[in-house]
T-cell receptor, first 113, second 116 residues
Framework: SQKIEQNSEALNIQEGKTATLTCNYT??????LQWYRQDPGRGPVFLLL?????KEKRKERLKVTFDTTLKQSLFHITASQPADSATYLC????????????FGTGTKLQVIP | DSGVTQTPKHLITATGQRVTLRCSPR?????VYWYQQSLDQGLQFLIH???????AKGNILERFSAQQFPDLHSELNLSSLELGDSALYFC???????????????FGPGTRLLVL
């Protein structure tokens, strides 16, 4: 069955460092992979999208990589700030027809001042 | 503010009851997606509507149903409620129809359902 794993439930890093979050999947051939940020009690907010034929995307301090051979996406936040503290979700979209999405369980990032 | 509105914000009901959750998409968005988020299951895709028609189904129970109206607002109906249905229910909207993965989804603030 399809499975998505995000590296850890929680990740603590020091302010100014680079946070790296992992999204691994099995039995899946996603067409698109998205990363979202979710704050407690609120809806997810879209951050970045990467397509299956792309290796890397960047947006300001954010970078996402996509390795379809390893079946893995890495999400990096450089020069992390306490305001980056939140839960980050990866979402995989199937290809073909009307697409369906599966979300990972999320990684809770805490940036310590 | 994403531009997506959901009502009510909170809902407390008893087992066996039926409730209706409402979602208004962003202006101009024709697609509405419904999701359920619980502590043990994470964020689960339920169903997708585009311009009034059902497009894709995810892990939606038979006790649940949805529809999208001509004015594009959508309702999620949950019946014969069980304790395990307690969760946050989100709707999200986007412009496009089938290429959901290419589009930014805008999530609403959610409806928190508690079944006692």
């Amino acid at each position: 069955s399809q499975k998505i794993e995000q590296n850890s439930e929680a990740l603590n890093i020091q302010e100014g460092k680079t946070a790296t979050l992992t999204c691994n999947y099995t039995n899946y051939s996603p067409a698109y992979l998205q990363w979202y940020r979710q704050d407690p009690g609120r809806g997810p907010v879209f951050l970045l999208l990467i397509r299956e034929n792309e290796k890397e995307k960047r947006k300001e301090r954010l970078k996402v990589t996509f390795d379809t051979t390893l079946k893995q996406s890495l999400f990096h936040i450089t020069a992390s700030q306490p305001a980056d503290s939140a839960t980050y979700l990866c979402a995989l979209w199937t290809s073909g027809g009307y697409q369906k999405v599966t979300f990972g369980t999320g990684t809770k990032l805490q940036v310590i001042p | 503010d994403s531009g997506v509105t959901q009502t009510p914000k909170h809902l407390i009901t008893a087992t066996g009851q039926r409730v209706t959750l409402r979602c208004s998409p962003r202006s101009g968005d024709l697609s509405v997606y419904w999701y359920q988020q619980s502590l043990d299951q994470g964020l689960q895709f339920l169903i997708h509507y585009y311009n009034g028609e059902e497009r894709a189904k995810g892990n939606i129970l038979e006790r649940f149903s949805a529809q999208q109206f001509p004015d594009l607002h959508s309702e999620l109906n949950l019946s014969s409620l069980e304790l395990g249905d307690s969760a946050l229910y989100f709707c999200a909207s986007s412009v496009d129809e089938i290429t959901g993965g290419r589009e930014t989804q805008y999530f609403g603030p959610g409806t928190r359902l508690l079944v006692l």
